[in-house]
């Protein structure tokens, strides 16, 4: 029986009560609580708009769609995310491709990436949108990311998924100072959580107008935005194709409530993740890297086998940690190498970082409540399966 997940949601008697005080209110959807709560992530976060929605994957095809991708289109991202990366280009028609990491950070490979625009310049095939990825929380180079973009014409959405509390220079993750748009996730084993939910982030008005657009059936009420006249106060025109995206107000009222304990919680991630680097230093594995001066959020501690090692002594790792009730998993299975892209013409070998990362890959526990005798359990059981 695992008796230490991987990730375990923190909810105080503020959460609850935050959430009680809605449901006694008028409004349990479409009322007060979600703007209040997007203009606090937006506020800290440095952005000038933030646009709520049920979940980060409906963020990201929210994105997609606001910028403007669709049939013919084309999307990169890095292989060892989860699958919503790639299937918000889906959902809107377009196709995927993927780039390479760094075997350093485990974020998308800068290199890689220019490499591959290069060629796709040549080929005339640039793409339309690259999604770099927060792997774990910590901030790829999105410095050299926007430089590249501003150079091939791509426009970027930053899955934060991971990494709402994190920095890069002392900005923070979410700012969209070198990106168009920023998605953030709120799922239960994230750093904060609403229950469920998503966020987009963006600086530009029309993009937050149009996510807030596809989130709402493609529906406006605003007058200043109508195409035709209008008959009365009643009126509202649907412009766009749009979706049944919105978050409650019972989980923006948890998510903001969560937001007020967000240096807490990562303050704390840290904390773990130093014991588990002081700790498990000197074992056949590899541990996370943290490139100065960023400051991760910790939303996973990911370690990887030797690459020397073989996958079976691996899974051998695995299965015993979890059978002495530690709920280590993995992140990622590389998503071009699952049955649905496979079956677009992706297989083995075509991102060789990505697929080790795959192979090598163990995630331990790490959330704020993890106690110091569960995390010595773990380091205890760990070191007595690779000693």
């Known amino acids: 029986m695992i008796d230490i997940p991987y990730g375990r949601q923190d909810v105080t008697q503020e959460d609850i009560d935050a959430v009680v005080a809605v449901l006694r209110s008028d409004f349990l959807t479409q009322g007060p609580a979600v703007p209040a709560f997007e203009d606090a992530v937006s506020k800290r976060l440095r952005a000038r708009h933030a ?128 990106s168009d748009i920023t998605v953030l996730s709120f799922h239960p084993v994230k750093v904060i959580t609403a229950g469920e939910g998503g966020m987009a982030l963006t600086n530009d008005p029309a993009l937050a107008a149009r996510l807030a657009l596809f989130r709402s059936h493609g529906i406006t009420r605003e007058a200043s935005r109508f195409k035709y006249a209008n008959a009365g106060p009643w009126y509202y025109e649907q412009q766009e194709l749009g979706y049944n995206y919105r978050l409650t107000d019972i989980q923006a009222a948890l998510g903001h409530s969560q937001l007020g304990r967000l240096d807490q919680y990562v303050d704390r991630r840290n904390q773990l993740a130093r014991r588990y680097d002081t700790c498990l230093a000197g074992l056949p594995i590899r541990l996370p890297v943290i490139e100065p001066p960023n400051r ?40 071009h190498l699952q049955p649905y892209y496979r079956q677009l013409g992706f297989g083995p070998g075509q991102f060789p970082e990505a697929e080790a990362h795959g192979r090598e890959a163990i995630t331990l526990p790490l959330y704020p409540n993890l106690s110091d005798s569960e995390q010595g359990r773990i380091i205890a059981l760990l070191k007595d399966q690779l000693n």
Not at 153 to 176: L, T
Request: with cysteine; net charge negative.
């Open 51 to 178: 646009i709520a929605a049920n979940s980060a994957t409906s963020a990201l095809h929210m994105a997609c769609l606001a910028l403007g991708l669709g049939k013919g289109g084309l999307l990169w991202t890095v292989p060892n995310t989860f699958v919503a990366s790639a299937n918000c280009a889906r959902y809107c028609g377009a196709d995927v491709d993927f780039v390479d990491i760094d075997p350093r950070t485990w974020n998308i490979s800068v290199d890689r990436l220019e490499e591959k625009l290069v060629t796709a310049k040549l080929q005339g095939r640039l793409p339309d949108i690259v999604v770099p990825v927060h792997y774990a929380g910590q901030p790829p180079d999105q410095e050299a990311i926007w430089q590249l973009a501003r150079t091939y014409g791509f426009r970027i959405i930053e899955d934060a998924s991971h990494a709402i509390g994190a920095s890069a220079h002392g900005e923070p993750v979410g700012s969209c100072r070198w």
């Open 296 to 335: 991760s959020a910790f939303h996973l501690y990911v370690i990887r086998v030797d690459g020397d090692t073989s996958t079976s002594n691996h899974d051998a790792v695995f299965a015993r940690m979890r059978a002495g009730g530690v709920g280590v998993n993995l992140h990622y299975i590389p998503v």
